[in-house]
């Protein structure tokens, strides 16, 4: 069962780093060389002015035992390293470069804040995850079982004569105790260089964020951020007109609501999924990045500034242009909108919907869910719409899925054979477009297969099994639950009343049998569940193609 990381990002707000300053920088000497932990109360001046980097990853990457320890060891007196800091010489504010998980922990237990109290809903919009509000719950109840609350000992505190006497000795550690500063000195320019040397060494930050924190004013960046928390959090897009931000925001909503709600836990319990899975994973974070860049057909060396000419040709003839900073997010909301329009054929209830259920497409025979088979799909149903076979592939859709769901098993060979979310996207996109150009030219099941073991990057995945071939133990493991919910949950879809293939209750519409227009009544039995795109663009056009053969 994974565990949840403990979300603090919301207790040190993001501020940009001023630029190059013709004033003297605040010298280290004549600064604090620690910090008492009154100093992190909600009213104190120091806490108020204390900032993160607005290039700061997000503060979430310590589970509820990390948060919990690092709670008890400054109690106890153990050795905790250093936090540096930097004063910036124009507006005052204190920047953390190095230590804001150090820092962050403290501060959540001063304030009683793991991610899901005052400060924290107020940051995030009162959108919290499930997963956010069970991690809290978890460090909670940690720290109250080992050293209690914050405010737990300042009450043992005045009452000395009647608190435990473990709880007493704390919180006098409490009021003796202080963190260590240390302090980068210069400007602006020589705190960042810091903060990037000073966190490369310590914790390497993750490949993905830290091309996004490189290029955090590019609009693919900066959709990515607002995509992956709904448009709360830190508004990286702040800058911007307000106009400009409020649709941003809009936006980023919709597309979070459309794919990542309801919240997925680590088992599968209902056959309401999320279609892109858990939205708090830093999977998801890759996967969202991976989704604007391909939509928008970008290529990294558009937006790496070591590109370079030799890396940025496209062909001999051709180069890639460069993308470039977004001064007033007219490109972000581009961008945003070819991500909305993307999602919403595959989800939603808009016409131009496919539905699709996550069941069939999503989620690994054993319950998993996958991004590769996400983006796979996303472009897959982009090839479709692109050239004009979405109407093609309704007529094929239900023997299309039938078998993916009969060889689900085949996408778990795919992402165990080619591994990371990146490398098992082309080689899924690959067995879908074989299929189907396969289901055109009415092949069988032995025939598909046939074709999908004769493409050289699926040749040494694809491997049919049998249930002899699988080994189970005596009692059902995690993922065989998974397994079975997820059969049942397919099995048990009703399917769509004109193309036949399974419906998700999320994304469907209600139908006339008989149209309206030719006399149809709102009674019951002219009804029948579709797909969105089934009851508009599909019938609608199989409608007008018979007007015109009768006409002709």
Known sequence: ??????????????????????????????????????????????????RKP??????????????????????????????????????????????????SALIAWVHDDYGDQHT????????????????AQ?????????????????????NSDTAPKDRVRLARNLSAFAINLQWVSGGAEKAES???????????????????????????ALATRAFIRAGTGHKYWSTFSESTQEEIESIA??????????????????????????????????????????????????????????????????????LMDDEDGSTTLQFMKA????????????????????????????????PAAFLAAVAFVKELADKRKIALFTEKRAQFEEFLVRYKYFLNQIVRSYGSLQRSVPPTLLMYQTVFEALIKGCTD????????????????????????????????AETKNSIILKETIQSAPTCGICGARLYLRFITVDHKVRKEDGGDGSPGNGQLTHPYCNSGYKEGQHAARTDAQGS
Not at 138 to 152: F, H, M, W
Not at 268 to 296: C, H, I, K, Q, W
């Open 1 to 50: 069962m994974p565990t949840h990381m403990v979300n603090m990002d919301a207790l040190i707000p993001r501020d940009d780093f001023e630029a190059l300053s013709s004033e003297p920088a605040t010298q280290p000497s004549i600064l604090s060389t620690t910090m008492k932990i009154t100093d992190l109360g909600p009213d104190s001046l120091i806490y108020n002015v204390l």
């Open 253 to 322: 909503k919709d597309v979070y609501d459309l794919i990542f709600k309801p919240s997925l836990d680590s088992a599968v319990r209902t056959a309401d999924l999320p279609v892109a899975g858990r939205g708090y994973s830093a999977d998801s974070v890759r996967m969202v990045f991976e989704l604007v860049n391909f939509v928008n057909e970008l290529q990294p060396d558009m937006w790496r500034e070591d590109g370079g000419p030799r890396r940025r040709k496209r062909s001999e003839n051709q180069t890639l242009p460069t």
């Open 194 to 220: 810091s903060f990037f040397r000073i966190n490369q060494q310590a914790t390497p930050i993750d490949p993905t964020e830290l091309e996004m924190i490189k290029a955090r004013r590019k609009p693919n």
């Open 446 to 477: 032995p025939e598909i297969i046939e074709h999908l073991k004769s493409q050289p990057a699926l040749r040494s995945s694809i491997k049919e099994i049998s249930d002899e071939d699988r080994a189970h133990g005596r009692n059902f493991s």
């Open 138 to 158: 978890a460090t909670r109840k940690l720290i109250q079982e080992s050293v209690g609350s914050y405010r737990d000992l300042n009450i043992a505190l005045r």
């Open 120 to 135: 924290s809903i107020r940051f995030f919009d009162n959108n919290i995850p499930v997963e956010q509000n069970k991690a």
């Open 54 to 103: 607005d290039f700061q990853r997000e503060t979430a990457n310590w589970n509820p035992e990390k948060v919990a320890e690092l709670v008890r060891s400054f109690l106890e007196g153990d050795l905790i390293p250093s936090v540096i800091l930097w004063r910036s010489p124009i507006s005052g504010s204190i920047f953390v470069i190095d230590g804001a998980h150090r820092l």
């Open 339 to 370: 991500v909305k329009r993307a999602a919403g054929r595959i989800a939603g209830n808009e016409p131009a919907s496919l539905g699709l259920h996550p069941a069939v497409y999503f989620y690994s025979a054993t319950g998993r869910f996958q």
